[in-house]
């Protein structure tokens, strides 16, 4: 009895490692113009504001790091560093912050170029009010050992070279660390499809891809996890994404 | 040895049920003057917008319910009546729609009053988008039965009676159905601190607070959830809030 229980149970595991094996092999990894062109899709056709979807976005990287690095006694460490960038992977950031201080993590936020646009300015203000400091200056990289991890919400999927002097100091950190650097969507600084760079790059511990992997995730060997479980069926049809399917209410799913 | 370790999961247990009354009895009950100085002081001091705490309410008002109804097996029922009143607690079940939907849920929105802004129009579009049927006329009482739970996204906390005549029927449904009743923050049409009203009244299954329970929850015995993880703990010590810790990454605590 116990036995054909077993068997059962082996019988289930398989298949869910199957399907789940299936669903990684067939998943759509997009190139930079997809990923540009479904970005716009979800703000144009899908009438998404940008408020909405960088707040699940940022919410579910926030379920994606705590899951990474739970915090399981007092004496695990909380601090964490979140590099802001000028665009809405910067975004992404202050919101990831502004979650991870109310799940109990302390987040400290260095954000080099302020932009001077209400939701951005929102977005620092409701940081600030929570009591989130954030640093005059790039911290470097001996003393960034203080954080559990540091997250990068410096350049998303439209970036271009080269890196502007402004952050040459967080590049310089990111790509020395000896700790652990969780990438929103794109390492920064990384080819959207080609993966890392000729020269110095971020060797990203942690790649939170958002909506759908891009093309450079391929070349990543980490801790990969999917977040931003807002893709409309008939979008994700369209580009034929074929996306794992979330458990239950879960906001972000590990795919390796 | 076995012993000494079930004696020690008995006081671990014993503390946190302790510790989960003491929250209980020390909660606040917000007035309704409170709660709209609250909902203010979110938007004008902590520059949220209503596009980012609507889409979080409903977030968790999804978990809720997914938690309360989950759906274990292909014949368990997946419709569900999401009623969209005309302020914000209809934009909060908009919001929750989509969600659902996103969770392999089926629901269908009922909104008999439409509100011609951009957000609400933007929150009628994701829906439609996805699939969502939006109902021409109010279920009667015998049809509502083949929905899993009706969602009462009527009237929220700044409601004063009476009932206008667009309502009354889906006042009357939501009075007499034999379907749960689940609903948002406050049950439609309760007074936001005294509870029910005389004559008939909603007898809500579920009821889910946002950012904090309302007086009137007092009044309640039902299955309770608490969301809106995103009340920041100076506002929530400024109003002696007082809130459980809401535990991991979880967007709602079962209260009751």
């Known amino acids: 009895m116990l036995i054909k229980y077993l068997n059962t149970l082996n019988v289930i595991k398989t298949q869910i490692l199957r399907q789940n094996i299936h669903k990684l092999s067939t998943m759509k990894f997009l190139t930079q113009e997809e990923a540009i062109n479904v970005d716009l899709e979800l703000f144009n ?7 909405q979807l960088m707040e699940l976005a940022g919410l579910s ?6 899951k990474e690095f739970p915090i399981k006694s007092d004496e695990d460490k909380r601090e964490a560093l979140i590099i802001a960038g000028p665009g809405n992977n910067g ?44 640093l005059d200056s790039c911290p470097d990289v001996e003393s960034s050992s ?51 760079r000729e020269g110095d790059a971020i060797k990203p511990y942690m790649l939170i891809s958002l909506t759908a992997p891009k093309l450079c995730a391929k070349h990543f060997n980490g801790a990969h996890y999917l977040g931003g479980r807002f893709v409309p069926p008939r979008l994700s049809q369209k580009y034929q994404m074929d996306l794992p399917e979330y458990p239950g209410t879960e906001l972000c799913i590990k795919l390796n």
């Open 61 to 66: 990287c926030a379920h994606a790091v705590a």
């Open 146 to 196: 203080k954080y559990r991890f540091i997250a990068d919400g410096l350049f998303g999927f439209s970036f271009k070279p080269p890196v502007r002097d402004a952050f040459k100091d967080v590049m310089n950190l990111m790509c020395h660390t000896k700790t652990h650097v969780c990438c929103i969507d794109i390492p920064s600084g990384w080819d959207v499809e080609k993966g890392a």
């Open 91 to 134: 975004g992404d950031g202050l919101v990831l912050a502004r979650h991870l201080s109310l799940m109990n993590f302390k987040p400290s936020v260095y954000y080099p170029k302020r932009v001077d646009k209400p939701l951005f300015n929102n977005l620092v203000k409701q940081c600030e009010l929570m009591d989130i400091p954030f």
């Open 45 to 51: 056709e899908y009438k998404f504001s940008v408020d």
